[in-house]
Nanobody, 118 residues
């Protein structure tokens, strides 16, 4: 059974930092590209960042560039998202998603809530 389990969400003040993790099982993590996607209250899903299967090529949405860093540890089957300089508009449910090239969103986690508020 494929499982993606996100963790690390919570409440952080504006300007603060948070690191999300996504533990993968049930598929060959190291051969799949991985993504972070978020959904703010009342809005549609927004792609945030992606990293290739080997970890060498990260891609970011404009809203994440310069503030977020996506990374992965294939030995631990884990995906990460380091988020710095948080803004209130970063408040959302954050999902990890993955899949082979051309099917980036085959697998989905249940999400972890991040709230940025003073």
């Amino acid at each position: 059974e494929v499982q993606l389990v996100e963790s690390g969400g919570g409440m952080v003040q504006p300007g603060g930092s948070l690191r999300l993790s996504c533990a993968a099982s049930g598929f060959t993590f190291s051969t799949n590209d991985m993504n972070w996607v978020r959904q703010a209250p009342g809005k549609g899903p927004e792609w945030v960042a992606a990293v290739s299967s080997g970890g060498g090529r990260p891609y970011y949405a404009d809203s994440a560039k310069g503030r977020f860093t996506i990374s992965r540890d294939n030995a631990k089957n884990t995906l990460y998202l380091q988020m710095n300089s948080r803004k209130p508009e970063d408040t959302a449910l954050y999902y990890c998603a993955g899949g082979p090239v051309g099917s980036w969103f085959t697998y989905w986690g249940q999400g972890t809530q991040v709230t940025v508020s003073s």
